[in-house]
C-alpha cells in the first residue's frame, strides 16, 4: 500500500468524498431542499437566543412556496420574565 | 411519553430491518416496551429476521383495513417480552396502505408503546413516504459508500418536506447510524471514513456498527444480534445506540474486535 502511495496512485477514499460533495451540492440546489428551512430556522434561533430565553421545541419555521411568491413564517414563543417585559440584553 | 421512529435509508441492503431488529431488541432488553412495525407490504423481512415467521396469523395491512384489531396482529417476542413486532402482509401491495389507516393505527400504537419503531421500505416512493409520515425522529441508515450516502442524501430532503412534523414546520430529528464499517479499510484509505459521511449529510451520529459475522449468524436463526450474541461486538454497538436513543450522552467510539495475538496471528478476514 505505502508503495502505492510512493508510486503515486491516491487513495479512493478521498476521490469518493470529493465527488459526492460535488454532486450533492449540485442535487440539493436542483430540489430547492428545505435544507434552507433547517438552516434558516438555527440561524434565526441563535440571533433570537441571544437577547431572549425561547424553548427550542416550540419553534416552527414553514416555508410555503407558491409560483410568485414564497412565504417564511417563523412561529415561536418567548418565556415571559419575571418582571413581565422582555429583558434585551446589550 | 411514546417516540415513534422510523429507520430508513434510500438505498435496500444497508441494514434497515438487521437495524430495527436489533435496536427494538436493545431497548426492549432494557425495560421498555417496544413494538417494530414492518412497512415493507409485499417483501416482508422483519419478521424472518425476528424468528417470528411462522407466528404470523394478521399483518398491518389487515388491520388496516378493519380485518383484525391490533391485538391480533401484534406478535410477542419468544425470547423478551416487551418486544412486540407487527408484521407487514406478503400478498398485497403498497396500495393496500392508506394515508388514514397508518396513522389510525400509529396512533393506537403510541398508547400502548414506550417505542414504536417503523422498518421503511427502500425506495424514495409511497411506501417509505407512509413508513416516515408519523415519525418523531429518524434513524438514517447507511453504509460508507457512495451509492447509499447519496440516497441517505435524498431521503433526508424527504424527512424535511414530506413528514406531518416538517409540514407543521417543526424540527425533523435525524440521526446517522452507520453499518458495515470496516475500520481498517476505513485506515487504509480504501473506504469512507464516519467523519466524511458526517461531514457531508451533517446530521449527528447515533452509532456506528462494524461489518461482522455475529450480525449473519443472528439473522440466519432469527434473532436479533443484541439477543442472539449480547456480548459481541455489533451487539454492543447496536445497545449502545439503544442508550442514545433513550437519552443518555455516550461517547460514539469506533467498535472493533479485540484480537488476542493468536488472533493476529492466525486470524482471517474476508475480503
Not at chain 1, 17 to 40: F, K, N, P, T, Y
Not at chain 1, 50 to 70: F, N, P, Q, W, Y
Not at chain 2, 64 to 78: C, E, F, P, T
Not at chain 2, 153 to 171: F, H, N
Request: hydrophobic content about 45%.
Amino acid at each position: 500500500m505505502k508503495l502505492l502511495k510512493f508510486l503515486g496512485v491516491r487513495d479512493s477514499a478521498p476521490v469518493a468524498r470529493e465527488r459526492l460533495q460535488i454532486l450533492l451540492a449540485h442535487e440539493r440546489s436542483l430540489v430547492g431542499r428545505s435544507d434552507l428551512v433547517a438552516i434558516l430556522r438555527e440561524e434565526i434561533l441563535q440571533v433570537i437566543a441571544k437577547h431572549c430565553a425561547i424553548d427550542r421545541d416550540k419553534v416552527r419555521v414553514k416555508m410555503a412556496k407558491g409560483d410568485t411568491l414564497s412565504t417564511l413564517e417563523v412561529d415561536l414563543e418567548i418565556r415571559a420574565p419575571a418582571s413581565g417585559t422582555i429583558a434585551l440584553a446589550s | 411519553m411514546s417516540q415513534v421512529v422510523v429507520v430508513t435509508s434510500g438505498k435496500g441492503g444497508v441494514g434497515k430491518t438487521t437495524s430495527t431488529a436489533a435496536i427494538g431488541a436493545a431497548l426492549a432488553q432494557s425495560g421498555q416496551n417496544v413494538v417494530v412495525v414492518d412497512f415493507d407490504v409485499g417483501l416482508r423481512n422483519l419478521d424472518l429476521i425476528l424468528g417470528a415467521e411462522r407466528r404470523v396469523v394478521y399483518d398491518l395491512v389487515n388491520v388496516i383495513q378493519g380485518h383484525a384489531n391490533l391485538s391480533q396482529a401484534l406478535i410477542r417476542d419468544k425470547r423478551c417480552e416487551t418486544l412486540y413486532l407487527l408484521p407487514a402482509s406478503q400478498t398485497r401491495d403498497k396500495d393496500a396502505l392508506t394515508e388514514e389507516g397508518v396513522e389510525r393505527v400509529i396512533a393506537e400504537l403510541r398508547t400502548r408503546f414506550d417505542w414504536v419503531i417503523c422498518d421503511s421500505p427502500a425506495g424514495i416512493e409511497r411506501g417509505a413516504q407512509l413508513a416516515m409520515r408519523h415519525a418523531d425522529l429518524a434513524i438514517i441508515v447507511t453504509n460508507p459508500e457512495v451509492s447509499s450516502v447519496r440516497d441517505s442524501d435524498r431521503i433526508i430532503g424527504l424527512l424535511d418536506s414530506k413528514t406531518v412534523k416538517a409540514e407543521r414546520g417543526e424540527w425533523m430529528e435525524k440521526l446517522l447510524l452507520l453499518t458495515r464499517y470496516d475500520h481498517a479499510r476505513a485506515q487504509r484509505g480504501d473506504m469512507l471514513k464516519t467523519e466524511d459521511v458526517l461531514e457531508i449529510l451533517s446530521i449527528p451520529l447515533l452509532g456506528i456498527i462494524p461489518e461482522s459475522q455475529d450480525v449473519l449468524r443472528a439473522s440466519n436463526v432469527g434473532a436479533p444480534v443484541t439477543l442472539n450474541n449480547p456480548t459481541s461486538v455489533p451487539a454492543k454497538a447496536y445497545m449502545d445506540a439503544a442508550r442514545r436513543l433513550r437519552g443518555e450522552a455516550l461517547d460514539v467510539t469506533i467498535p472493533r474486535d479485540k484480537k488476542g495475538i493468536m488472533g493476529m496471528l492466525f486470524g482471517r478476514k474476508a475480503a
